[in-house]
Each structure stands twice: as structure tokens, then as C-alpha cells.
């Protein structure tokens, strides 16, 4: 990649303060373009206002946030054509058939040849036999299903996840994480996945951001940080950042 | 305010994705094709009776044909254009779907012109039929108003979509607590902008008040009409201006809204 192309995202001393409370407390961390990253924390760690930021849903207080060179939220129609985001806190008209969300969503991100593309992505994701089923009477893992093509509609160059396997069976989340592996190997997409799925970041992610107290108290790959806090998994690493533990076991080891 | 909220790349394209996601919703739901003729209905039957009531007294209404079912259908335009606008708009909010929106390429004016042009088919659905029914019932023809009946409607509109941009941008600001402003805050024109009485009975400093409201203009223009027989196109014009002041102003506070609620996180909370 020329070293002159920006990152895919890049945040510099961000700070969000609502009222008198920091959610995010100046954090920094860039994004090379086609990585995958996993966003952790507890509740109220700041992870969901990182990304509405990210997402130009929320100014920061202070610091820059970029993605794909635009500064958010003032440049963001410069890009967020080649974004998209996938939560199963967000969504979609109920009454609405699959199909005609999906048809809908991808006029709006200026999808050429919306049928064909439409019925291309309910194939990949085994969507076609319910389609032209209102959303509101599909099963969670259908109307996830639905949920990620409507994020890849656009072949988004960077995707932003929020607790995507949230509320899913076993078996559905595994196809869920094998089909995003599949399409960031496929397009090259860089990847933000927020979730408290631990066992979820640690087979998707290349890279580790953990976030507690809207600071950011660890970032590194997750070998890298099993060997630092010497635990076994990453939900133990997890428990000794959230429990204020990790700064000890680092400093022990 | 952040230049990128006005979006200089409009694009009728997303605009009519927006409008075909609200068809969808509307014909995929008789009972909210049955609210639309509903109570227009019902508004102009009992206007209706109670004008032949005190028409059959003589006087200035016997020369006044169809004065109370003009003005309760011109109300309904104005009351029926600015709900049918923050309908749609609570539409996302119910569904959550705001996120999706707010993160795609629609920009906040083309977000607003299809929630205009949703409001104008809206208003048709539940206008047309209930102004052939006033035909039907009590002869009176809302149609033959003709060029008149443009103009009236065209000012009517603008305000209520003044109002609707309004609340969208309260709700976006202050969530579903605002929910309850979208169903009531016309019912404020009701009086000051004298639907079914001349402005001269208000107390004077509320004349000032009435005068500074376009749909004022537009309920004396149609008395004058109706029973004068006179079309006031002067009236018109002035709500035209008013009307034009409003709009910018609206928007105005709506792009003020919406700049708040990227900053304290409002567009994150869709609910309460």
C-alpha cells in the first residue's frame, strides 16, 4: 500500500464528554486498510460512542476522527458510501419484506443493477426462501442475516460491527463469522467488531483494542496479550482489565 | 452548523428510495390507509350538518354556502399535511431504523423532501375521497374553487411542512419525549389562525398574532371567496412571504437540531 494513503481509520486524542462525563477519555488508534480489529470493553467502556463516531453519528469533544481520509462528521458524505454498519440494536422496518428493505437501502447507497445485486447477496447468505417475507416475522438469526447484507450492499470498504452474533444460537454465529472472514479475504475490507464475544474476537481479529473507562488500556494482537497478562483466554485478560487487575499482572510480569 | 448537513449533491434517486420505503410501509397496512380517510371524514359530515343546521337560520350563512366545509377541509390540509410528515419521520423511530439512515448516503434534505412528497400522497389518499363525499352530501364542490383552491393549498403545505421539519428536528434532538408534540403542536393554529371565524374577534394584540400566521390568510381568503365572491390574491401572497420566512427558519432550526443531537449523542438514543 502507498504510504501516502491515509488509513482506513484513524482517531487522534479524541475526547467525548457528555455533560460532565467523559466517554471517551483521549484515545488514538489507526486502522491499516484490509485489517480486522476487535473493539472490547465492559458496559459503559466507550466502545458504542467510539463508533458512533467513527460513524459520524457523534462530534467529539476534542481530537480528530477520520476515516478513509475524511474528517468525521463534516466529511462524511465524501465516504460513507463506502462504509457500512451491521448491530442488531438498529433495525429495520419490520413490515417491510427483506427484499424490499434491501432493494430500498441499496438505492440509497447508489447500488447499480439493484435486483441482480439484491438476489446475488440473498443467495451468498442463504436468504432467497424468505426474501419476500415481512422482516418483523423473521427468526434473530434470519434478521441478522438480513442485517449483514444489508451491510455489504455496497461493498463497503470499511464495516463497522456491533456485537453482530448478539442473541444468536452457536451454530448461527459460527456461519455469521465464517461469512465475514470470507468477505474481508474476498474485498480486502477493513473490519472495527465491537462485541463481548471473546472467543468471537479471538478467532476474527488480527488485532485487539480494549477499552475500559473510556481509555484505552491494552492494544495488541491476542497472542500478544494472552503472553503479557499469562492467561489462558481472552476473557481472562478481559476480567483483569475490567476488575482494575491488568496494570498489577502486566507489572508482575 | 456542519455545511455537510445541507449536502449540495441532491440526489432524486435517494430521495425516491426514501418515498418507495414509505409506500411500501402504507400499502402493507390497511388500517393506516383507513386512518388517512377516516377522521376527515367524520370532520366534514358533522361540519357538514351543522352548516345546513344554521344555514336553514338565514342570515349571513345562508349567503355563506359551504363556509364551515371549506374551512374544516382546508384544515384538514394544513393539520393532515403536517401529520402525514412527522408520521413517516415517527415511522423510523419506531422501527429503530434512524441508525441505518442517519449512517447512509441520504442526506437530511433529501430525507425531508421525500417525507414532502410522502405527505402530499398521504393527504391525497385521505382528501380526495372525503372531497368528493362533500360533493355527494352536501353539494359542496372543494374543486370548483379552482385556481383559488392552488393557491390556498400550495401556502397551506408550506406551513405544514415549516411545522413538520420542526418536529423532526425536535425528535431527533430530544427523542420520542418530543413524540407527543407531532400529534398536538397544530392544533395551536387552530384558534389563533381562525379556521372557522374572521381574525376581527379576536381580542386585538391576538390579531397581531393571527396576522403573522400564513394560514390566517389563507382561512380569510377563503371566507372572502365564499362569501364575497371575491378571490384575494394580495391575501396569498403576503402567506407566500410568510410562509417563505417560516420554511427558512425551520429548516434552519432543524439543521440547529440536529447539529445538537450529533453532539450529545441524541442520535444514538432513539428512545426516550
Not at chain 1, 480489529?37 to 462530534?59: H, Q, S, Y
Not at chain 1, 477499552?211 to 495488541?220: C, L, Y
Not at chain 2, 380517510?37 to 350563512?61: D, E, S
Amino acid at each position: 500500500m502507498d504510504a501516502s494513503t491515509p488509513p482506513a481509520i484513524a482517531l487522534e486524542r479524541v475526547v467525548k464528554f457528555y455533560k460532565s462525563v467523559a466517554a471517551v477519555d483521549g484515545i488514538t488508534f489507526r486502522l491499516s486498510r484490509g485489517s480486522i480489529t476487535g473493539l472490547l470493553g465492559g458496559n459503559g467502556a466507550g466502545k458504542t460512542t467510539t463508533i458512533a463516531m467513527i460513524m459520524g453519528l457523534v462530534t467529539p469533544t476534542l481530537g480528530t476522527v477520520s476515516v478513509l481520509g475524511a474528517q468525521m462528521p463534516k466529511e462524511r458524505y465524501r465516504v460513507l458510501h463506502r462504509m457500512n454498519f451491521e448491530s442488531p440494536y438498529v433495525g429495520l422496518p419490520m413490515r417491510l419484506t427483506a427484499r424490499q428493505n434491501l432493494s430500498v437501502f441499496a438505492q440509497l447507497y447508489g447500488v447499480v443493477e439493484t435486483r441482480e445485486r439484491v438476489a446475488k447477496l440473498a443467495a451468498d447468505l442463504d436468504l432467497t426462501e424468505f426474501l419476500d417475507r415481512p422482516t418483523g416475522k423473521l427468526s434473530a438469526g434470519q434478521k441478522t442475516r438480513v442485517s449483514l447484507a444489508k451491510a455489504l450492499l455496497n461493498d463497503p470498504e470499511v464495516l463497522l460491527l456491533d456485537e453482530p452474533t448478539a442473541s444468536l444460537d452457536p451454530d448461527t454465529a459460527d456461519w455469521v463469522r465464517e461469512r465475514l472472514e470470507h468477505y474481508r479475504h474476498r474485498h480486502g475490507a477493513t473490519v472495527l467488531l465491537a462485541s463481548h464475544n471473546m472467543t468471537e474476537v479471538e478467532r476474527l481479529c488480527e488485532r485487539v483494542i480494549i477499552m475500559n473507562k473510556g481509555r484505552i488500556e491494552d492494544d495488541d494482537t491476542p497472542q500478544r496479550l494472552l503472553e503479557r497478562y499469562g492467561r489462558e483466554t481472552l476473557e481472562e485478560v478481559f476480567l483483569d482489565v475490567a476488575r482494575g487487575r491488568g496494570t498489577h499482572r502486566k507489572v508482575a510480569q | 452548523m456542519n455545511s455537510s448537513d445541507v449536502g449540495v449533491n441532491f440526489s432524486l434517486n435517494r430521495v425516491s428510495a426514501m418515498v418507495r420505503r414509505y409506500w411500501y410501509l402504507l400499502r402493507s397496512s390497511w388500517p393506516r390507509i383507513l386512518d388517512l380517510i377516516y377522521w376527515p371524514t367524520v370532520q366534514m359530515l358533522m361540519w357538514g350538518f351543522l352548516q345546513l343546521y344554521v344555514m336553514q337560520n338565514g342570515g349571513l350563512f345562508a349567503r355563506a354556502s359551504g363556509v364551515f366545509i371549506g374551512a374544516v377541509l382546508l384544515w384538514d390540509i394544513l393539520f393532515r399535511g403536517q401529520l402525514g410528515f412527522s408520521i413517516c419521520f415517527l415511522e423510523e423511530m419506531y422501527a429503530h431504523n434512524l441508525g441505518n439512515l442517519m449512517m447512509s448516503p441520504l442526506r437530511p434534505v433529501e430525507f425531508i423532501a421525500a417525507l414532502m412528497i410522502m405527505s402530499i400522497v398521504r393527504l391525497s389518499i385521505g382528501m380526495i375521497p372525503v372531497t368528493l363525499l362533500a360533493i355527494l352530501f352536501f353539494g359542496f364542490n372543494l374543486w370548483s374553487l379552482g385556481l383559488a383552491l392552488a393557491a390556498f393549498f400550495l401556502n397551506l403545505m408550506l406551513t405544514s411542512w415549516s411545522v413538520g421539519i420542526f418536529v423532526a428536528g425536535l425528535l431527533l434532538r430530544n427523542g420520542m419525549g418530543a413524540e407527543s408534540l407531532a400529534w398536538t403542536i397544530m392544533f395551536l393554529f387552530l384558534p389563533l389562525t381562525c379556521v372557522y371565524y374572521p381574525v376581527t374577534v379576536l381580542p386585538d394584540f391576538l390579531q397581531y398574532v393571527a396576522w403573522s400566521l400564513p394560514p390566517t390568510y389563507v382561512f380569510e381568503g377563503m371566507r372572502t371567496l365564499l362569501i364575497d365572491h371575491v378571490f384575494r390574491a394580495n391575501l396569498m401572497l403576503e402567506a407566500f412571504v410568510f410562509n417563505i420566512v417560516l420554511f427558512a427558519a425551520a429548516s434552519l432550526a432543524f439543521l440547529k437540531l440536529l447539529q445538537s443531537a450529533r453532539v450529545h449523542g441524541s442520535l444514538l438514543q432513539e428512545g426516550e
